[in-house]
């Protein structure tokens, strides 16, 4: 089956960076379209980036040129470095797997797998 698992989350004062990955296993990896998402306490789960299958990227405005996502098809693999990072960006941070060809990359109901989460706290 679909597994996808986050590692490199933690705890890191303001202005610094962590690197986030997340390693895929039971799909195509190299033609799947993946994404990053996260959920601050209380609050819904929000976009933060996505790579299509071709290494097109997206981002949310709230971390464009700060954050910076990337894939390795020989690794399975899809990473978020994020750099500068804000007490904002406190959240759990989730992958997803695109499975909705055509709709809104942007979008938590285009994504059908998901990894389990990596806490990410920032300090200020």
């Known amino acids: 089956q679909v597994q996808l698992v986050e590692s490199g989350g933690g705890l890191v004062q303001a202005g610094g960076s962590l690197t986030l990955s997340c390693a895929a296993s039971g799909l195509t990896f190299s033609t799947s379209h993946m994404g990053w998402f996260r959920q601050a306490p209380g609050k819904g789960r929000d976009f933060v980036a996505s790579?299509?299958?071709?290494?097109?990227?997206y981002y949310a405005d709230s971390v464009k040129g700060r954050f910076t996502i990337s894939r390795d098809n020989a690794k399975n693999t899809v990473y978020l470095q994020m750099n500068n990072l804000k007490s904002e960006d406190t959240a759990v941070y989730y992958c997803?797997?695109?499975?909705?060809?055509?709709?809104?990359?942007?979008?938590?109901?285009?994504?059908?797998?998901w990894g389990q989460g990596t806490q990410v706290t920032v300090s200020s």
């Open positions: 997803a797997r695109k499975t909705s060809g055509n709709s809104d990359s942007q979008s938590e109901k285009s994504y059908g797998y």
């Open positions: 790579i299509s299958w071709f290494g097109i990227t």
